[in-house]
T-cell receptor, first 113, second 116 residues
Framework: KQEVTQIPAALSVPEGENLVLNCSFTDSAIYNLQWFRQDPGKGLTSLLLIQSSQREQTSGRLNASLDKSSGRSTLYIAASQPGDSATYLCAVRVSGSARQLTFGSGTQLTVLP | DVKVTQSSRYLVKRTGEKVFLECVQDMDHENMFWYRQDPGLGLRLIYFSYDVKMKEKGDIPEGYSVSREKKERFSLILESASTNQTSMYLC???????????????FGQGTRLTVV
């Protein structure tokens, strides 16, 4: 059974820092990996989708990498801002599974002004 | 702009009531999902549907049912609400594509349900 782990569970950084969030998964048979952002009390906003054949994807200050063979993904946030404060979740789309997504438990990020 | 809309942001219901949570997507997606999210337990899949009138149980279907009469609408039904169903409920949709690498999930804004 696929398991997805995100460490650390919480992270606090000063504004302007570059930071990395980690996501690991146990089964490398995935179609893709998706990073989401969740603000308190709200739904999930899709940030980046990395296909299993890709190594990385970029959107603005965000860069996500994928190493399928080692079961790892990272989300790099450049020049962090207080508005980046949120919970970040990763999810993998498991090959051969109609249930689609398996989620990590998230990293709660706080960017201090 | 893709959109998944849940009918309510907040709901308060009494124990034993029948509760309907509605979700509508405007992207012509085949797949739709209902999750609940609880502190310390993460997102758990309740039910999903890959076509009209089709449904599959997720990991925690007990106490819930679903209805998918039209492609764009997926309803979650709590037959007799209980306090342990107090939670954040999230609806999602995705395209059923042969190129599964490209399949991306989109979520609604969530419904915070409190059962008293």
């Amino acid at each position: 059974k696929q398991e997805v782990t995100q460490i650390p569970a919480a992270l606090s950084v000063p504004e302007g820092e570059n930071l990395v969030l980690n996501c690991s998964f146990t089964d490398s048979a995935i179609y893709n990996l998706q990073w989401f952002r969740q603000d308190p009390g709200k739904g999930l906003t899709s940030l980046l989708l990395i296909q299993s054949s890709q190594r990385e994807q970029t959107s603005g200050r965000l860069n996500a990498s994928l190493d399928k063979s080692s079961g790892r993904s990272t989300l790099y946030i450049a020049a962090s801002q207080p508005g980046d404060s949120a919970t970040y979740l990763c999810a993998v789309r498991v090959s051969g599974s109609a249930r689609q997504l398996t989620f990590g438990s998230g990293t709660q990020l706080t960017v201090l002004p | 702009d893709v959109k998944v809309t849940q009918s309510s942001r907040y709901l308060v219901k009494r124990t034993g009531e029948k509760v309907f949570l509605e979700c509508v997507q405007d992207m012509d997606h085949e797949n739709m999902f209902w999750y609940r999210q609880d502190p310390g337990l993460g997102l758990r899949l309740i039910y999903f549907s890959y076509d009209v009138k089709m449904k599959e149980k997720g990991d925690i279907p007990e106490g819930y049912s679903v209805s998918r009469e039209k492609k764009e609408r997926f309803s979650l039904i709590l037959e007799s609400a209980s306090t342990n169903q107090t939670s954040m409920y999230l609806c999602a949709s995705s395209l059923r594509s042969l190129a599964r690498e490209h399949t991306e999930a989109f979520f609604g804004q969530g419904t915070r349900l409190t059962v008293v």
